[in-house]
């Protein structure tokens, strides 16, 4: 395990979003291994299969008018040729297009996120995201110092 692999695994988690923001939908393929590969975004039910996961990432792409992602809380773990990272996701999008056009109020989220990388001969490529969103006092009645019930 040596810094230049975590600087590796941190360049292709930074890549990731930073595909995302600008709707890269080509790039953004070329992310993701070829194999058997997973995604859970917030809300939505497992995706397994590289189709899959692609076509819901065009789906997201094609609905969403701005996002920006600011990571906090950013740590990696490695594992031989396997890579672990976990991240909050501090999202602001923009809210669908109003009637001038323009596009709508922005809306902010808190996802905690874990991305699995695997090692291949072309560098590190995502075999699995599951985003989960962080529940605000606004978002439930539970005592805020108890953990969620699960």
């Known amino acids: 395990m040596s810094r230049t692999d975590i600087e590796q695994v941190e360049e292709a988690n930074t ?16 992310l993701w291994l070829d194999d058997d590969v997973s995604c859970v975004h917030p809300g939505w039910p497992v ?6 996961v692609l076509r819901s990432y065009a789906l997201i ?6 996002i920006q992602f600011f990571l906090t809380d950013v740590k990696v773990s490695l594992a031989g040729d396997t890579a672990l990272v ?12 109003e ?4 596009l709508g109020p922005l809306v ?31 978002d439930s009645d539970a005592d805020p110092s108890e953990p969620p019930a699960v």
């Open 61 to 66: 792409m094609a609905n969403t008018e701005y």
């Open 86 to 97: 976990t991240c909050t996701e501090n999202i602001l999008s923009g809210g669908p297009a």
């Open 108 to 138: 902010g989220q808190l996802v905690v996120a874990t991305n699995i990388f695997r090692r291949t001969p072309d560098g590190w490529k995502l075999w699995s995201h599951h985003g989960s969103p962080v529940l605000t006092e606004s």
């Open 99 to 102: 009637d001038g056009g323009e």
């Open 47 to 52: 995706l397994s299969g590289r189709g899959e």
């Open 15 to 30: 890549t990731f979003y930073e595909t995302m923001e600008r709707g890269d939908f080509d790039r953004l393929s070329e």
